[in-house]
């Protein structure tokens, strides 16, 4: 726990904060993609080259713009709806991330005493990283590929049935 | 095959590449300040003031009617008419500008000014350097930076100044002959009534004017 | 075979780092690469513009910029000067934080890919395992930085180029990534440094370079074309089509932040030819074996020099694509390209007979590409083009 890692922490929560709180939405995009900067950061000091980088390259790099894309398509982001800052639902909001935090609280917690008390971190390498998701891990990449592949062909079918239907 | 015009494209621009180091003709910049293409006889650039004679204030055409200045569309001219008069090419008294400026910023080189002109007094210029680094003052022309002389009017435009040098010979050689069958007349009635002698001669430049506007 | 002229600068770091208390040297040592990373690419950035002016106006049969200094030389002094004492103009209704933070972000990320460019032997600010995807984790945020300059500018062309913009270098990355990763099948590593090295070798006086290999030429040339277009390049500068949208994201901005936005532009081009003289011409390895005595940093520079000139003659060559051109081009021909050139990389890596291995990629790679030729020429019916009213 270094000066560096709250810096980054403050960085990433207000990052955080801000998309939540602000009103004009793609400020609020903005401010997200602070937040997954901050995140990469982290996990950068944690020696996780890996997957800092990946959070950059897919977080920034995809989501963000793919975020902005569909504000920018769907609504003026100029206005903000409604008066106040919370949605009518926001009860329902607010029990979803309490459970959530709370599922993560419990698996945080209960994985800390299954770590050996190491005090250096292993060095992961890239090469490492490889080896394991194409043998321990394949099931899950394969199943994830599959995933990814449904979602292609369905973003596909989508698209081309709009196109029929304009014609 | 795909990306056969690609590749000859390319070898196309690179002969073009390579042509502009070996042939000078390829390369039509003319490098302006050191070199120059002589201006062509058409060109028109900026309006000035044909004076006739050695002296330009003497000289000058123009007789200030202001017509020049209520045609311009942009309104670039400003006249302001003389009090006293002074003989014009024909010998006749004439008003003259005391003030002819045009603004150089706001001339939009159209020749309008030029068209309308009854007295062949304002000719476009072929001169086109005419930045200067005094944003007001220096873009403000006043009649001694207009008047060229009719000599000058020769050397840019020869067949156009030739063409209204003849007009105005013939316009003059017209009056001469009107004055002098005028004052023949004059002299034939001389005889009987004495007195009327000068009015005749003092009409006859009004036809003479309404023949130059066509 | 590692002479002083080929270490000269790193010696010169040391040199330097001596003069600092022991504990210092570290960063000293980081400072003084980032100085000279800040220092050379820039210095690069205003050759490549005028190379880029003169070639242009030689391919046009012009003269190309010949006022300022002998023969034009000092042309760039001169544009820096202009940029830096023109008035800094922001729209009234910009969002001005973020119109003001976005050509930051856009030469930071840029600047910060050179940090894993291994520019000569032993000469990387930074060698760490995953350089190659450190590279593009710094490419993908300058799209942000586009479209946060579009946007913020509160117009209506920016916005458009932006959205542009950032279709197309979406669009372009996946091709992008995928010719990279033929590469890292091949090294085995994501380390830039490792790669270069991998490609360091001679058989008599020929290098090892992967673009002598069938998926290796492959790649290069896809990867040619994808860095063209993520860099924003013509043809497939779009983004910023003169003759439609002003000047695309950046029409708001003058003054630095336009100059800025310059400097990111070509200085990301350096960067991404950088990175494909790396993985395809072997970094900074001589092109022959008794080559070996010039310093590396040399060569490397050469290439990306050589590279940049390429840029430029396709520009010279090339009219804007269209929209949906360059996303067919894109999504039709440049993906599946990529994913056929990963298949014969893999036979290329398991089979073992080296004349079998030799004839069957080859075969692989031009049939796709001529069957993939013929398949996208058939469709559009490339044809003299024949106007009825101007016969």
Not at chain 1, 116 to 143: F, K
Not at chain 3, 180 to 206: R, Y
Not at chain 3, 312 to 317: S, Y
């Amino acid at each position: 726990m270094s000066f560096a890692f709250y810096l980054i922490s403050a960085l990433t929560v207000a990052g955080g904060l801000a998309a939540v709180l602000l009103r004009n939405i793609v400020h609020c995009v903005l401010a997200l993609t602070v937040a997954f900067a901050g995140l990469a950061l982290l996990f950068l000091q944690l020696d996780a080259q890996f997957a800092g980088f990946a959070q950059i390259l897919i977080y920034i790099g995809a989501v963000a713009i793919l975020v902005i894309f569909a504000i920018l398509l769907t609504r003026d982001p100029q206005v903000s709806q409604g008066k106040g800052m919370f949605s009518r639902t926001w009860v329902t909001g607010l029990l979803i991330a309490a459970a959530v935090f709370a599922v993560m609280g419990w698996a945080v917690l209960a994985s800390a005493p299954a770590l050996p008390n190491e005090t250096s971190t292993p060095s992961v390498t890239v090469l490492q990283i490889g080896d394991a998701l194409m043998s321990r891990y394949i099931l899950p990449l394969e199943i994830l590929a599959l995933l990814l592949t449904a979602a292609i062909i369905g973003a596909v079918i989508v698209a081309m049935h709009e196109k029929v239907r304009s014609k | 095959m795909l990306g056969e015009g690609i590749l000859k494209g390319l070898a196309e621009t690179a002969k073009n590449f390579a042509g502009s180091y070996v042939s000078k003709e390829r390369l039509t910049t003319v490098q302006y300040p050191e070199e120059r293409i002589p201006t062509s006889e058409s060109a028109r650039v900026f309006p000035f003031l044909v004076y006739d004679g050695p002296d330009w204030e003497a000289g000058l055409r123009c007789v200030a009617c202001q017509i020049c200045e209520k045609e311009c569309p942009p309104k670039c001219i400003y006249i302001e008419k003389s009090k006293d008069k002074k003989p014009d090419y024909v010998g006749k008294l004439q008003i003259y500008p005391a003030r002819f400026d045009i603004d150089v910023s706001v001339c939009m080189s159209c020749q309008i000014c030029v068209e309308v002109c009854p007295f062949e007094a304002i000719k476009m210029d072929v001169e086109f350097e005419l930045s200067t680094d005094d944003r007001f003052g220096g873009l403000l022309r006043n009649r001694q930076h207009l008047a060229k002389s009719n000599e000058y009017y020769h050397q840019i435009h020869p067949t156009e100044a030739s063409e209204v040098d003849a007009r105005l010979g013939e316009e003059k050689a017209k009056l001469e002959a009107k004055a002098k069958a005028a004052a023949a007349a004059a002299a034939a009635k001389a005889a009987a009534p004495a007195a009327p002698a000068a009015k005749p001669a003092e009409s006859t430049p009004k036809p003479a004017e309404g023949t130059d506007k066509q | 075979m590692i002479g002083k002229a080929d270490q000269i600068f790193v010696l010169l770091q040391h040199w330097i780092m001596g003069f600092f208390p022991p504990a210092w040297q570290a960063v000293v040592g980081i400072l003084l690469g980032v100085v000279a990373i800040l220092i050379v690419f820039p210095t690069l950035f205003a050759l490549s513009v005028l190379l880029e002016r003169k070639g242009l106006g030689r391919m046009q049969n012009r003269y190309g910029p010949n006022r300022v200094g002998p023969c034009g030389i000092l042309q760039p002094v001169a544009d820096a000067v202009k940029a830096l004492i023109k008035e800094d103009i922001v729209p009234f209704k910009a969002d001005a934080l973020v119109h003001f933070i976005a050509p930051l972000v856009l030469v930071v990320a840029v600047f910060m890919g050179f940090a894993v460019l291994p520019v000569g032997r032993n000469m990387v600010l930074v060698d760490m395992d995953a350089s190659l995807l450190f590279f593009f984790a710094m490419g993908a945020s300058t799209e942000l930085a586009v479209f946060m300059a579009g946007w913020s500018s509160h117009n209506k062309y920016s916005l458009l180029g932006a959205m542009r913009a950032v279709a197309q270098m979406i669009s372009y990355e996946v091709p992008l990534l995928m010719t990279t990763v033929v590469v890292v099948m091949i090294s085995g590593s994501l380390s830039l440094v490792k790669i270069v090295e991998a490609q360091n070798h001679f058989s008599g006086i020929f290098p090892h370079w992967y673009v002598f290999t069938p998926w290796g030429l492959a790649g290069f040339v896809l990867f040619l074309i994808a860095s063209m277009a993520e860099t924003n390049r013509s043809p497939f500068d779009l983004p910023e089509g003169e003759s439609e949208i002003i000047a695309g994201y950046f029409t708001e901005y003058s003054g630095f932040k336009f100059a800025l936005f310059f400097l990111g532009e070509y200085v990301g081009m350096l960067g991404i030819a950088g990175l494909g003289t790396t993985l395809f011409l072997g970094g900074w390895a001589a092109p022959f074996a008794f080559l070996n005595w010039v310093p590396s940093w040399f060569w490397f520079f050469a290439k990306i020099m050589l590279w940049i000139c390429f840029f430029i003659w396709m520009r010279g060559t090339m009219p804007r694509l269209r929209q949906d051109q360059l996303m067919n081009f894109a999504w039709k021909f440049m993906l599946p390209m990529t994913l056929i050139n990963l298949m014969v990389a893999a036979l290329w890596r398991f089979v073992d007979e080296a004349w079998l291995r030799w004839a069957v990629c080859w075969i692989i790679v031009i049939g796709a590409y001529v069957a993939m030729g013929r398949m996208g020429m058939r469709r559009k019916r490339i044809a003299p083009r024949r106007y009825r009213y101007a016969e």
